[in-house]
């Protein structure tokens, strides 16, 4: 992993970028604007494609172009906060990998499913999820509105509230905080 990445679980690259964005555009925090991080700053075309297989999402860093399988749209369970991630996590391959120079000639980043777990083997594509979770729950976000949801009540599932403000889907959501210490159960 770069040494940009100070800890297994914190990327400040992805820090940088959401700051930059509201130095330039403002607008709230939260959510994180990652469609207009990726379209508005970055200058990456957002599109969907039913051709993508078992596939979420791919960089095609030479058309400078993030496709998302349109599939799983169709297949419900906050389909959109799905794309959410997988767009960050494409955005993390063009911070990480492109605009750093990684290789001389970047082929696209196929993201399949199978690759997008925290246990995958695959560096590169750990570190874009990495990238994700940062930039869409930053851990003081997460940390404010797990607290104040404990604090509240016990009625509410604070992981999927959590999940809802930031607009990421539960699963996510409970990787980040079971990363963060926060759950002690790892996601299914």
């Known amino acids: 992993m770069d040494a940009s990445v100070t800890s297994t679980y914190e990327d400040p690259?992805?820090?940088?970028?959401?700051?930059r964005y509201l130095d330039i555009f403002g607008g709230p925090e939260l959510p994180v604007p990652v469609e207009a991080i990726a379209e508005d700053m970055l200058g990456l075309r957002i599109e969907e494609s039913?051709?993508?297989?078992?596939?979420?999402?791919?960089?095609?860093?030479?058309?400078?172009?993030?496709?998302?399988?349109?599939?799983?749209?169709?297949?419900?369970?906050v389909p959109i906060r799905r794309h959410r991630f997988t767009v960050a996590h494409e955005v993390g391959h063009w911070v990480c990998h492109c605009l750093e120079g990684r290789a001389a000639v970047q082929p696209a980043a196929l993201c399949r499913k199978v690759d997008l777990r925290l246990d995958a083997d695959r560096a590169l594509e750990r570190e874009a999820n990495?990238?994700?979770?940062?930039?869409l729950m930053p851990e003081a976000a997460v940390r404010a509105?797990?607290?104040?949801?404990?604090?509240?009540?016990?009625?509410?599932d604070p992981a999927a509230v959590c999940a809802e403000r930031l607009d990421v889907s539960p699963v996510a959501m409970g990787w980040r905080l079971f990363n963060l210490g926060l759950v002690e159960e790892r996601p299914v």
């Not at 297989?53 to 749209?73: F, K, Q």
């Not at 990495?130 to 930039?135: G, T």
């Not at 509105?145 to 509410?156: D, K, N, P």
């Open 130 to 135: 990495i990238f994700a979770s940062e930039l």
């Open 13 to 19: 690259r992805a820090h940088a970028v959401r700051e």
């Open 145 to 156: 509105v797990w607290g104040e949801l404990v604090a509240q009540s016990h009625e509410v």
């Open 50 to 77: 039913w051709e993508l297989g078992d596939c979420s999402g791919v960089l095609l860093p030479s058309r400078r172009r993030i496709l998302l399988n349109a599939a799983e749209r169709a297949h419900g369970d």
